[in-house]
């Protein structure tokens, strides 16, 4: 018997210096920190691939230095990915110049020539902020056809209200699921016992 498997990839959006600790700090976003952890080292235990999908904003970006002040700027220390979520060798790194992780990226390319060219059926949303660049990375994952899960222990924003407002509009327009990352990990493991009937049934 045939099982089809999901097939997951995690963004990891904006865990870098500026929004964790410098110019655009965010007070909230070290109650997350240790939760991607935890996810990360899973993914990986699980061949799961990791994106991290960060800014590196150029002078010319006036469309958020305008309203922002300049920030994560490309080379800067403030634009580095916070030393306890650093990437492993195994892991990809998508720099993005506007909220969108998908925006003149080519994210979904890389996505789609994933698990064996099947590519990517299924993003696990994580990072920075709920209401912002994780919002508008989950329009564009739902406009090309992904599966949603948002981490709601994985994800943070300036204040508690943006943050249940993020995470309200992304469930009600883009049809995602918002799950603990507790539980999101048991997913992981139920598909790993798939995986292993699917290799027994082959044999």
């Known amino acids: 018997m045939y099982i089809e498997l999901t097939r997951y990839a995690i963004l990891v959006i904006d865990m870098q210096n500026d929004f964790v600790k410098g110019k655009l700090k965010c007070e909230r976003a ?22 991290y999908c960060i800014d590196e904003h150029l002078p010319m970006d006036n469309y958020e230095l305008n309203l922002w002040g300049p920030h994560a700027m490309k080379g800067t220390e403030g634009q580095k990915i916070i030393d306890e979520l650093k990437p492993m060798e195994s892991d990809f790194v998508i720099p993005k110049r506007t909220y969108s992780a998908f925006d003149g990226t080519g994210l979904d390319r890389a996505l789609n020539g994933l698990y064996g060219g ?10 920075l902020h709920t209401n912002i660049c994780d919002r508008h990375s989950s329009y564009d994952a739902f406009t090309r056809g992904f599966k949603i899960i948002v981490a709601e222990d994985g994800v943070e924003a300036f204040t508690e209200e943006e943050h249940r407002s ?38």
């Open 166 to 203: 993020g995470l309200e509009y992304i469930k009600r327009m883009y049809g995602a699921d918002i799950k603990k990352i507790e539980e999101i990990v048991e997913i992981f493991k139920r598909n790993r016992v798939k995986i292993k009937r699917n290799s027994q049934n082959q044999k």
């Open 30 to 51: 070290s109650n997350i920190i240790q939760n991607i952890h935890t996810l990360l080292i899973e993914a990986r235990n699980n061949n799961i691939p990791v994106f």
């Open 118 to 127: 099947k590519g990517v059926d299924t993003i696990i949303i994580t990072g």
